[in-house]
């Protein structure tokens, strides 16, 4: 049961400290779009996303108003398109990418996502159509976002398929070179990528899903950071145990009034509520950064000795506090760390406090991985592809979602700052060390098998 004390005692933390429903993400089933006339389908396609998505936003601006809770993404995540264009070409996919984002511009949503392939075990000529269609798909699309599980734990590492994304990604860049790079942002390659996951650019309706669901995203970095501001003014020296029990309290309260939104909502649509998301996602805004928190935890300088402590810290206790409120946390629920769109994170990069690889140390124990990275646009596709195999060996050995996205911008070096606008924000470009040394190791291919503990059915 939701408690009323509970939700009116984080009303504080919505007008004083940046807490908002960071989205609501209306899930849409669309296999049974499918058609071999590709015209008929995106017919289809469009006429769903209509009928099923219509009143997405008016409802949420309805729940919003109702609560004094501000609802800032709508948007919406479909079934993979790999599955929905099986036996068409490049061209089709490109124009079923078209039909998903004109549907997306015409029903008010934000974002649009699933245009996506599941290899971590092997590639289809649907999924090789789709990845090799991405440059032109996310290139021409305003809304329109993609994901590719290229691993698992239960699969291993799909290292043709890492090759071919990252080739894409260089493509994708050039394409939009005009804006930084920016069309990369719109790709994230995953290593056991999630269902039900409501942040973009990785969601997508999977299989075991309902036909249409309501998944939230509720993120509050500023209402932690004021929180352990607070309890350091009134106690000496809380130590490590207490912050943590601090957090953990703040994100009980928070996935209480995301779960009463996602509800209210789903039940305006009439459709089912699947999981609220408590995961600390930041924005660009000063006091709305996940960095901050760690500074408020005593780091310093971000990327210093105890940057990696204080990330699983803060992650643990926000799980440990959003499965105590609510039986249906899902997605991701834990500390995102995506360097251009956190203040902090940002500025640390710019000093050279925080570099590629302590990321991808952090990157163990926060809730995704390697996240709005910006690279050298000289970077070639091998190194993409080793960046990603590393990144996505950490998930599949712990068990765990990982992630990849990275923009090698356009004509920028090292150090030079990107800026990609909004919530994306912008940030130095970090050095790569080692650039091509381990093209020789990647164009191996193949798939690295899966880890010996992959067998526990």
């Known amino acids: 049961m939701l408690r009323t004390e509970d939700i009116m005692s984080t009303l504080r933390m919505f007008q004083e400290e ?46 919003g108003t109702r609560y004094g809770i501000p609802v800032v993404n709508k948007r919406i995540a479909v079934s993979p398109v790999s599955a929905l264009g099986a036996g068409g070409a490049e061209e089709a996919f490109c124009r079923i990418a078209r039909a998903l984002d004109e549907a997306a511009a015409e029903v008010g949503v934000d974002l649009v996502g699933g245009y996506t392939a599941l290899v971590q075990k092997g590639t289809t000529p649907a999924d090789e159509a789709l990845i090799r269609s991405i440059p032109d798909a996310l290139g021409e699309t305003e809304r329109l976002c993609a994901s590719i599980n290229v691993a698992s734990t239960a699969a291993g590492i799909n290292v043709d398929a890492v090759n071919l994304v990252a080739e894409q990604i260089v493509c994708l860049a050039r394409r939009t070179a005009q804006r930084d790079g920016f069309g990369a942002a719109k790709l994230m390659v995953f290593a056991n990528i999630p269902e039900d996951n409501p942040f973009m650019a990785g969601a997508y309706l999977g299989y075991g899903e309902a036909d249409c669901v309501v998944n939230i995203g509720v993120s509050g970095p500023g209402v932690v950071k004021r929180a352990i501001e607070r ?138 991985g390697l996240d709005m990275i910006a690279v050298p646009g000289e970077t070639d596709a091998a190194t993409i592809a080793a960046l990603i195999a590393d990144e996505m060996s950490i998930g599949v050995v712990n068990r765990k979602t990982t992630s990849v996205r990275v923009i090698p911008v356009p004509g920028k070096s090292a150090g030079d700052e990107a800026v990609f606008g909004g919530l994306f924000g912008g940030c130095a470009v970090l050095p790569v060390r080692g650039a091509g040394a381990a093209a020789q190791f990647v164009r191996r291919g193949g798939r690295i098998p899966a880890p010996l503990h992959s067998l526990n059915n």
Not at 258 to 269: K, P
Not at 273 to 285: E, Q
Request: glycine letters at 10%.
């Open 18 to 63: 940046h807490l908002d429903v960071r989205t609501v993400t209306l899930g849409v089933n669309l296999l049974d779009c499918t058609d071999p006339d590709v015209e008929r389908l995106c017919r289809k396609v469009r006429h769903k996303i209509r009928t099923r998505a219509g009143r997405l936003v008016q409802v949420c601006r309805e729940v």
């Open 231 to 368: 309890m350091s003014v009134e106690q000496d020296q809380p130590d490590l145990g207490q912050i943590a029990e601090q957090i953990k309290m703040t994100s009980f309260r928070v996935t209480r009034v995301g779960e009463l939104i996602g509800r209210e909502v789903a039940a305006g649509l009439d459709v089912e509520f699947g999981i609220v998301d408590l995961s600390l996602a930041p924005t660009p805004r000063v006091g709305d950064s996940v960095g901050e928190i760690l500074q408020a935890m005593g780091i310093a300088r971000i990327g210093s000795p105890g940057s990696t402590a204080a990330v699983a810290l803060l992650s643990d206790a926000v799980k440990k506090g959003g499965l105590f409120a609510s039986s249906s946390v899902g997605g991701l629920s834990g500390a995102f760390i995506p360097v251009s769109e956190d203040s902090a994170l940002s500025e640390a990069v710019g000093r050279g406090d925080l570099s590629l690889e302590k990321l991808e140390a952090m990157t163990s124990v926060c809730s995704v």
